[in-house]
């Protein structure tokens, strides 16, 4: 099963984008979940939600702003961002795992690729 993550793109400040990442090749009943990277950063973990939809609290730089939600049937889990600042400019990246919903990168087991988010000011 492959992750592909898409959606990101520019964006002024106070904008919005919705991410949005497809299981592809197969059924993905997991936990599913974003990161962020942003350069010269370590990989930070944004949102996490359950299979049965339940969600882990949000990293503090992005609660009230964004929304992770997960359409089981169509395999996708969607992160709207809301109120975007520059400083959520980043590389967002897919997760999914059959037991791990936390924060911690190297727990999760599947990786989409990245889709840039840039937010100018």
């Known amino acids: 099963v492959q992750l592909q993550a898409s959606g990101g793109g520019l964006v002024q400040a106070g904008g919005s984008l919705r991410l949005s990442c497809a299981a592809v090749?197969?059924?993905?009943?997991?936990?599913m979940g974003w990161f962020r990277q942003a350069p010269g950063k370590e990989r930070e973990f944004v949102a996490a939600i359950s299979r049965r939809g339940v969600t882990t609290p949000y990293t503090d730089s992005v609660k009230g702003r964004f929304t992770i939600s997960r359409d089981s049937a169509k395999n996708t889990q969607l992160l709207q961002m809301d109120s975007l600042k520059p400083e959520d400019t980043a590389v967002y990246y897919c997760t999914a795992d059959p037991n791990y919903r936390g924060s911690e990168p190297q727990a999760w087991e599947y990786w989409g690729q990245g889709t840039q988010v840039t937010v100018s000011s």
């Open positions: 090749g197969g059924s993905l009943t997991c936990n």
